[in-house]
């Protein structure tokens, strides 16, 4: 790994844990100053501690304006600046379907993946200006951000919405230097599903259909963090308001041709499930 971004500041969200967790150590190795954020405090502080470089640890929930402020101010009061942002904690929400999905849940999902990636770009572009410039943002986005399911709805709103979110701000950003960019992952067994493990598109199944993926397998977090230490360093510097699908090609198959993979429909448990919910009215 080359030195490539001494003597920046990166904050990480999502750090405690999987595709944060990754590239607050990538960030380190290639010779950042890193902030670690997540509502984990415990996760985030022994990450922070096994990453080689300078580092700092600051529990935080990205869904809270004054959490995200304090977060910007604990970079800067610590190392003087901020460079890159990694806007990355995110929560799946529940796998329940859509007429009986709650507000609750709803506004919850809505809070930490939507608002939280908002608060973060407009503290960082408010400290790039008071700082006389900077500086390149990633948010990580999902496959979920451009296909379409019928499980996991809130997350796939707002898997959806950060990429709107990411497009305006990189369109703000431009003509001020500052670099906007997504990153789209595919199946990567974390913390995230396996929350869910006995669920259908969880764990354990998240496993077996990464088998249908057309690289055959699910991709590391690692493999995702070299991605997004890519788009935040300077090798991407014409790279702007882009998302990048890191998936094993999973975002490309056609669902209407028979070698479609991964996302190919298998309407055989479609119409199980609709025969079963019909059965139940
Ligand atoms: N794992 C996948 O297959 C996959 C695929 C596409 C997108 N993603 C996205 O990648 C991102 C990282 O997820 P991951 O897979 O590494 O999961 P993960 O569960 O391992 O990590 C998510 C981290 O976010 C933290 N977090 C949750 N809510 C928070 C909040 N309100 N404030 C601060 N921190 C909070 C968690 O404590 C955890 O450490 C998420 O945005 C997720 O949607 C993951």
Same mark, same amino acid.
């Given at each position: 790994m080359t030195r490539s971004l001494d003597g920046k500041v990166a904050v990480v969200t999502g750090?405690?844990?999987?595709i944060g967790a990754a590239t607050a150590r990538r960030l380190s190795g290639a010779g950042a100053s890193v902030v670690l954020v997540d509502v984990d405090a415990d996760g985030a502080r022994q990450v922070a501690a096994d990453v080689p470089g300078r580092s700092l640890a600051v529990p935080g929930d990205v869904s809270r304006e004054e959490d995200v402020e304090r977060y910007v101010r604990s970079a800067v009061e610590e190392f003087g600046r901020l460079d890159l942002h990694h806007l990355n904690a995110g929560i799946t929400g529940p796998f329940t379907e859509l007429p009986e999905m709650s507000v609750e849940d709803f506004d919850r999902v809505v809070g930490v993946n939507l608002r939280g990636p908002f608060l973060g770009v407009r503290a960082a572009f408010r400290q790039y200006a008071g700082q006389g410039g900077g500086g390149a943002i990633v948010i990580t986005a999902s496959i979920a951000s451009l296909r379409g399911s019928h499980d996991l709805l809130p997350y796939q709103t707002t898997k959806h919405g950060v990429l709107g979110l990411m497009r305006g701000a990189a369109m703000y950003g431009g003509p001020l230097g500052v670099r906007v960019n997504a990153v789209a992952p595919g199946l990567v067994p974390t913390g995230l599903f396996a929350a869910n493990q006995?669920?259908? =598109?969880? %764990?354990d199944d998240m496993i077996r259909r990464g088998t249908t993926v057309p690289l055959r397998r699910t991709g590391s977090p690692d493999e995702i963090a070299a991605v997004v230490a890519f788009l935040l360093s300077?090798?991407?510097?014409?790279?702007?308001?882009e998302v990048i699908s890191v998936?094993?090609?999973?975002?490309?198959?056609?669902?209407?041709?028979?070698?479609? =993979?991964? %996302?190919?429909?298998d309407t055989a448990e479609v119409d199980r499930r609709v025969s079963f919910e019909t059965e139940k009215q």
């Open positions: 750090a405690a844990s999987g006995t669920a259908t =598109g969880g %764990g300077d090798d991407a510097s014409y790279v702007h308001g998936d094993g090609g999973s975002a490309i198959v056609s669902t209407v041709r028979p070698s479609g =993979g991964a %996302g190919a429909w």
